[in-house]
């Protein structure tokens, strides 16, 4: 398999993260990508990472379709409960870290614009973000449960606050969560993923 990636993007982190914790990750070439590169384009015409393909030549796009992928590739306990209760719980919870990502990263482009930045769009985004932390506060002790594609998004949404917005110092308002981020990043997974710089 061949995984187009940039070692910054949040959602390339999730996909990497799970296909260590299912020890696949020897099965995946890893080919840094640019959102520019017309290659990527003619493979996914949304021009986005990660992009995976298959050893098929099937092309996969967005982080939740990959991590689906992976997740039917591995003997272990499944990271996507089949169903029931703990199915929609886990993919409640990468919606909810999924929304997170999404915010953070509108918020990190409309930072980087060098004219015309929007404080009203930028405060919108925040707001989300903050709102996204609150409902996880709220619960954070779920998070204790089984490794699951939510559980393992979360981590990573925390991870790109700390990467992106450290100055916003999330933790402030949100000590169980902290207390929880903290351990879970310390896992070999989660480590060895840590974005450059």
Known sequence: MKLRYSPTSPYVRKVVVLAKEAKIDGKIELVTTST?????WGENPIG????????DGEVLFDSPVILEYLDSLHGGAKFIPPSGAERWKALKLEALADGILDAAVLRRGEVLRTANQSPEFLAKQG???????DALEKDAASLDGPLTVGVITV?????????????????????KLT???EAFSKRPSMASTVPPG
């Open 155 to 175: 981590g990573c949404a925390l991870g790109y606050l700390d990467f992106r917005f450290a100055a916003d110092a999330w933790r402030k308002n949100h000590p």
């Open 179 to 181: 207390a929880w981020y």
């Open 127 to 133: 707001q989300v973000v903050n709102r996204c932390l």
């Open 36 to 40: 520019t590169d017309p290659g990527l």
């Open 48 to 55: 986005k990472v990660p992009t995976l393909v298959t050893d």
